[in-house]
């Protein structure tokens, strides 16, 4: 009788017992990141559901993610299967409006240049030696798209998920402390302060409904292992622009979307074990991020300062830090930095618009990526 008793007091410490140095740190970078949610409100809808599953995940015994476990039942059916990210792609669509980019198309051209640390930090990712799909999971941090780099880092790279995706949310909560130094550094004065004149260009109710449309087709036929990003996106936005489906338009953007996140935040924060988070390989990884959004940042600027080179000086170029996908953060940066210079200075919808490029442009960029792949046969058919 006294051994059993003993044996149950033993038991009621087990965790204890077994609780490691990784353990602790892990618990401690759970609550780092609950910290920089609740309190100082960086992307609180991710970063509280990824701080607390860290650490549940990181709880000695507690097998979250063994087979069977609560959280790897959500993270079998709707991470492995890239579900989740798709999901809350619909959400996404649902909640951005095109009309600013429609109105001035030539914009999309920063949404383009936003993505091009994707491509650099994929040739920086290879020389260090990571594999091909490793290096396309960490190079899509670039995106600043959250659920674009879980959507690829899930799909070929799952071992990283924990890493790329917390460096995905916290650079992108990080824009207005990132962006505005590389900001002042490209641009001159003179240039900040140019200011660009109200679009005057009206746009029909068909053209916003066949602008999902035609991307759909066209950025299908182009990388058609993108499809179900580009695909997804679309369907949010055509729901929202028909104006003939609002319960679906409505769900899609608040019922689907928050439960989405919340069960997609767990299970990335489930990933971050200490044994496999705990590597020199994830300092890395955040290195190559904060590059990848770095570039992304510069080269937007650059492409912005030859736009108002070729325009007589009639683009601020300032307004191609937004070319990045951090939507609409990196606009209201943008607003901010161009109101420092000059009070009359209204560059929110301008912005807006290389946002939403932007938003295109790095979903396209990982559509690309991920039908290269294909087209070598490093990923099946």
Known sequence: MESALVSGIEGLFLGVLNLGLGHVIMILIGSLLLYLGISKGYEPLLLVPIGFGAILVNVPLSEMMAEGGFIRYFYDIGVRTEIFPLLIFIGIGAMTDFQPLLENPKIVLLGAAGQFGIF????????????????????????CDGPTAIYVSSKFAPHLLGAVSVAAYSYMSLVPLIQPPIMRALTTEKERTIVMGAVKQPISQTTKIMFPIVVTIFASILAPKGAP???????????????????????????????????LGLCIGATMEADKFLKAQTLVILALGFIAISLDTAVGI?????????????????????GISAFPMSARVVQAEGQKYNKKNYLLMH????????QIGSVIAAAVMLSVLQGMGIVGQ
Do not use: H, Q, Y
Not at 126 to 138: E, Q, R
Not at 302 to 322: E, S
């Open 351 to 358: 912005a807006m618009s290389a946002n939403a490029g932007g």
């Open 120 to 143: 650099i930090t994929l040739l920086l990712a290879l020389a260090l030696g990571f594999d091909k799909l490793d290096a396309v999971a960490v190079s899509i941090i670039g995106a």
């Open 229 to 263: 990003l580009i695909g997804t996106v679309m369907l949010g936005n055509l729901l929202k622009e028909s104006s003939v489906v609002d319960r679906l338009k409505r769900a899609s953007e608040n019922e689907i979307a928050n439960i989405v996140t919340l069960l």
């Open 302 to 322: 650059l492409f912005g300062k030859l736009m108002c080179a070729l325009t007589g000086g009639k683009i601020n170029p300032l307004i191609g830090a937004a």
